[in-house]
């Protein structure tokens, strides 16, 4: 069994950011000197942050127990992180000192969010995504625009649901369907990694990296980048198997009762695309609609 660890570390983080900062982007003078690394040494680094080379060193060994936030702000700062990569920082330093993983329970959609999307109908293409990107819902629009070629009602197995980031990197279909593949690729993996500070003991989060790094070189690849984002907004250019060529523009609504879920909604970024998903939706409409496909209600003694 892979654990978060395996994949992901402050110290592995760390050294990641590191190498991405040369010390010409921050005015660090060097004069002339040979360098051997791509970007800041250790020792740099922990002389801009504050702290001394030797705590550093076992920082990025995962050696020196939990840090400060001090410490941490100051390192986020000569690294120049973002307010997402600077969470991440902190989220990963927790994990010090933490051992071992555990089974997640079962994520249930929270009957608020299941009449949002209801209430959508199918004229605006929706999918609702658990924690670590596994379809917990979708109207009939949402899941004819991203993935026809499964079967509408997966979301209700429970186990073996479908799950996006491996779409995303395992099937040819999904990977045909999208013209930017590699730029949602790379949201999926940073996004993944996100997700990995927040929830450094689940098995199932740490099973699907694990499995996506040994599967998908791609993938392996691009987490070895080190990135780390949210993923709220962007683009989707697609070439669909039914209504052709369309691009849409995804948002991500945040739900309270649930706020490891997020609901994906698209809509047309051009007149052609709307175009298409409304041919979409007269399909849909001719085939007969239907309730958004859903996790059975789980039950009380």
């Known amino acids: 069994m892979s654990t978060l660890k395996d994949v992901e570390s402050l110290g592995a983080f760390l050294k990641s950011r590191r190498d991405q900062v040369t010390p010409d982007a921050i005015g660090l003078r060097t ?19 504050g702290v001394s080379a030797g705590y550093y060193t076992r920082l990025e060994q995962d050696q020196a127990g939990t840090a400060s936030a001090q410490v941490l702000d100051a390192l986020a700062r000569v690294l120049e992180l973002d307010d ?51 379809v917990l819902a979708w109207n009939r629009t949402g899941h004819a625009l991203l993935a026809e070629h499964v079967d509408f009602d997966a979301p209700s197995a429970l186990e073996g649901r479908p799950s996006i980031p491996r779409m995303f990197f395992l099937d040819a279909l999904t990977r045909d369907l999208h013209r930017n593949w590699d730029e949602l690729a790379r949201v999926h993996v940073a996004y993944l990694r996100l997700t990995a ?22 993938f392996a690849q691009m987490w070895a980048t080190g990135e780390v984002a949210d993923c709220t907004t962007g683009d989707m250019h697609l070439q669909h198997p039914t209504v052709g060529t369309a691009s849409v523009a995804y948002q991500v609504w945040l739900q309270p009762d649930s706020p490891d879920h997020r609901l994906e909604i698209y809509t047309p970024n051009d007149v052609t695309s709307a175009d298409a998903l409304r041919r979409l939706t007269r399909r849909i409409a001719g085939e007969g609609s239907g309730r958004p496909a859903q996790a059975p209600e789980r ?3």
């Not at 004069?31 to 942050?49: C, F, K, N, Q, T």
């Not at 500070?197 to 791609?218: H, K, T, V, Y």
Request: cysteine-free; charged content about 25%; glycine content about 8%.
């Open 299 to 301: 039950r009380t003694a």
């Open 31 to 49: 004069y002339g000197s040979s360098r051997r690394v791509p970007g800041l040494r250790r020792e740099e680094l922990a002389h801009l942050a």
């Open 84 to 134: 997402v990569e600077t969470a991440h920082l902190h989220n990963l330093a927790r994990q010090a000192g933490r051992t071992g993983l555990a089974e997640p329970p079962l994520e249930h959609p929270h009957p608020r969010v299941l009449a949002l999307l209801d209430s959508l109908a199918e004229a605006t293409p929706a999918v609702l995504l658990g924690r670590r990107g596994d």
């Open 197 to 218: 500070g927040r929830f450094p003991n689940d098995a199932r989060l740490a099973n699907l990296i694990g499995e996506l790094a040994m599967r998908s070189d791609q």
